[in-house]
């Protein structure tokens, strides 16, 4: 299974855009790329995901390199509440049964 | 509308009992996850479930027994609990076709 490499913390100022980098550099052509977050003391939570377009939701932005070897999420303007673990999981497409391999993430920090 | 829910939330067992963690879903999504998350790691997949009476390991699933005899519950049991089994437990549901996983707010339990 192909493995994410993030850095362990981030830190982010109040209002200010946040770009999280994940690398993949041995991702197949089948695997779609997800990010969830958890919140402390709380479950993972969905964030977003794609294949091999830039996609965007009402939570955030996924740029996916060109030759897909690397992700970055975007948080247009980190709140206090984006204080977070942030995954990037590769999720080979095996028969539809998705299976995700957490990393140890990024933990984000955002600054009043 | 209920969503996913775990109990009990927190438990203190002893080595060598028998324990058992509740997993509850509303939606009737098809499959169902547990993943433990332990301090410094990632969330690691214990075993996950397509349908009801179908059900497969994931990366630790030793020392765990599962069964799905409803679509809706998703019951994990450690037959005899070892002091290395203390973890937070966080099950999850998804829609098959669909990459989102919904997840629990969790169990914490601990093997004395």
């Known amino acids: 299974d192909a493995k994410t490499t993030q850095p362990n913390s981030m830190e982010s100022n109040e209002e200010e855009p946040v770009h999280l980098p994940c690398n993949h550099s041995?991702?197949?052509?089948?695997?779609?790329i997800h990010w969830y977050r958890q919140l402390p003391s709380q479950g993972p939570e969905y964030v977003i995901h794609?294949?091999?377009s830039n996609v965007n939701n009402r939570m955030a932005s996924l740029a996916i390199a060109e030759d897909r070897k690397s992700s970055t999420l975007i948080l247009h303007r980190a709140t206090l509440r984006d204080a977070a673990v942030y995954y990037c999981?590769?999720?080979?497409?095996?028969?539809?049964?998705?299976?995700?391999?957490f990393g140890t993430g990024t933990r984000l920090k955002v600054l009043a | 509308d209920a969503g996913i829910t775990q109990s009990p939330r927190y438990k203190i067992t002893e080595t060598g009992r028998q324990v058992t963690l509740m997993c509850h879903q509303t939606?009737?999504?098809?499959?169902m996850f547990w993943y433990r998350q332990d301090l410094g790691h990632g969330l690691r997949l214990i075993y996950y479930?397509?349908?009801?009476?179908?059900?497969d390991k994931g990366e630790v699933p030793d020392g765990y027994v599962v069964s799905r005899s409803k679509t809706e519950n998703f019951p994990l049991t450690l037959e005899s609990a070892t002091r290395s089994q203390t973890s937070v437990y966080f099950c999850?549901?998804?829609?098959?076709?669909?990459?989102?996983?919904?997840f629990g707010p969790g169990t914490r339990l601990t093997v004395t």
């Open positions: 479930s397509a349908a009801a009476d179908i059900t």
């Open positions: 939606w009737s999504h098809s499959y």
């Open positions: 041995t991702i197949s052509g089948t695997d779609y």
């Open positions: 999850a549901s998804r829609i098959a076709g669909q990459n989102e996983q919904y």
């Open positions: 999981i590769l999720s080979p497409l095996t028969s539809g049964t998705y299976k995700y391999i």
């Open positions: 794609g294949l091999t």
